[in-house]
Each structure stands twice: as C-alpha cells, then as structure tokens.
C-alpha cells in the first residue's frame, strides 16, 4: 500500500472518489472497532460461565492479546498481497466465525483458537490504516488520519454501551452474536469500497 506525501497536490480522482470512498472506510474502521470493543466486553463473562477460574480468565485475555499484536504485521502483508476489499474480507469472515465458535466450544479448544481471534480481531485495522492516505479526503492525508482516528476511537468508546444495552434486553450470548453480525456489516461496505479503491490504484498506475 502506498502512502501519499501529505504537501503533494490533490489529484482530480481524490474529489470525485475520495470523499465517498473516505466515507465508506471510516465505516467500515468504526464498525471494525465495535466488533472489536464489543466482544472484549463479553469475554471474561464467555470464559467464565466455561467454569475458568479468575486466573485463568486473566491467562484467558493473554493469548487474544498477543495474537492481536503479532499478528498485525502478516495482515499488513496480506493487504498487500490480497489488496484491501479480499484482506478485510477475509479478516472480518474470520471474526465473525470465530467470534461464534466461542459460543460453542469448551474451555480449551475456546482458549486455543483465542490467539487465531486475536489475529483477525486486529486484522482488518491494520489494511484500513494503510489505505488512508489513498482515500483521504482531496488528498489531505492528515486530516483523513484525524477523521478516522476520530471516528475509530468514538466507536470504540461507544459499543461497550451499545452491545450492554443489547445483552441487558437479551443476554450476553445475544450481545456475542451481535459483535458477530456486526463484523458480518462490514462485508457489504468493502464490497462498496471496491471502486473507489479501484480507481485509485488506476490513478497510481498512470
């Protein structure tokens, strides 16, 4: 993924297709985080109600974390390969299956596909953060950055209310499955996103 020099001069394609573009993938990173922030709320209960005992809920959190931090730097890779629309494709499948095999599996096996979670937890982050610079809005990238981080970080702080608000109607096994579905959202957006990518690579290209 190429990254633009902020003091370069906006293309003609950033106005037509970056503001939409831009649109969609400050969605898709808000929705992304929810996911995220949503299933950390209900883990420790998830791992309990497994019959984990205190330290192992803490030991629990560990793996999910590591693979979450190890494994940004292959997702970086796999958007380079991939490009973004199939990488968050494939990051966000990956989530939500896992996030739902959870619900469903014993202790161990649960405690063994954590850092695998962790890894496409984390995933789709680590592509939408490189294509920032190309969709910035008119071709300002430090805006754009602003923007997302912006939108990111208010998504993060909002969905554990959200996703309490859900389970406190229903249960926390409903407040999973809607972190699932949530990650689920995002396929149809990047499905979205793929002409607007797509015309910015062309652009690069000439």
């Given at each position: 993924?190429?990254?633009?020099?902020?003091?370069?001069?906006?293309?003609?394609?950033?106005?037509?297709?970056?503001?939409?573009?831009?649109?969609?993938?400050?969605?898709?990173?808000?929705?992304?985080?929810?996911?995220?922030?949503?299933?950390?709320?209900?883990?420790?209960?998830?791992?309990q109600?497994?019959?984990?005992?205190?330290?192992?809920?803490?030991?629990?959190?560990?793996?999910l974390?590591?693979?979450?931090?190890?494994?940004?730097?292959?997702?970086?890779?796999?958007?380079?390969?991939?490009?973004?629309?199939?990488?968050?494709?494939?990051?966000?499948?990956?989530?939500?299956?896992?996030?739902?095999?959870?619900?469903?599996?014993?202790?161990?096996?649960?405690?063994?596909?954590?850092?695998?979670?962790?890894?496409?937890?984390?995933?789709?982050?680590?592509?939408?953060?490189?294509?920032?610079?190309?969709?910035?809005?008119?071709?300002?990238?430090?805006?754009?950055?602003?923007?997302?981080?912006?939108?990111?970080?208010?998504?993060?702080?909002?969905?554990p209310?959200?996703?309490?608000?859900?389970?406190?109607?229903?249960?926390?096994?409903?407040?999973?499955?809607?972190?699932?579905?949530?990650?689920?959202?995002?396929?149809?957006?990047?499905?979205?996103?793929?002409?607007?990518?797509?015309?910015?690579?062309?652009a690069?290209?000439?």
């Open positions: 993924m190429r990254g633009r020099n902020p003091r370069a001069k906006p293309r003609a394609t950033d106005k037509r297709g970056g503001r939409s573009g831009f649109g969609l993938l400050l969605a898709i990173g808000a929705l992304d985080t929810a996911t995220r922030m949503g299933y950390l709320l209900f883990l420790p209960f998830l791992l109600t497994r019959g984990a005992s205190g330290m192992v809920v803490g030991l629990g959190l560990a793996p974390f590591i693979g979450g931090a190890l494994g940004k730097a292959p997702c970086g890779r796999l958007g380079q390969h991939l490009g973004v629309v199939w990488s968050v494709i494939a990051t966000e499948v990956a989530t939500a299956l896992l996030i739902l095999a959870t619900l469903v599996l014993p202790l161990a096996p649960m405690l063994a596909i954590l850092p695998l979670l962790g890894v496409a937890l984390n995933g789709t982050s680590s592509v939408l953060y490189g294509t920032v610079p190309d969709l910035a809005p008119n071709g300002n990238v430090g805006r754009g950055f602003a923007l997302f981080y912006t939108g990111v970080i208010g998504a993060g702080g909002l969905a209310i959200a996703y309490g608000v859900i389970a406190d109607h229903g249960n926390r096994t409903v407040g999973i499955i809607a972190a699932a579905l949530t990650a689920a959202t995002i396929l149809p957006l990047v499905l979205a996103l793929r002409p607007a990518v797509d015309n910015e690579h062309r690069l290209a000439n």
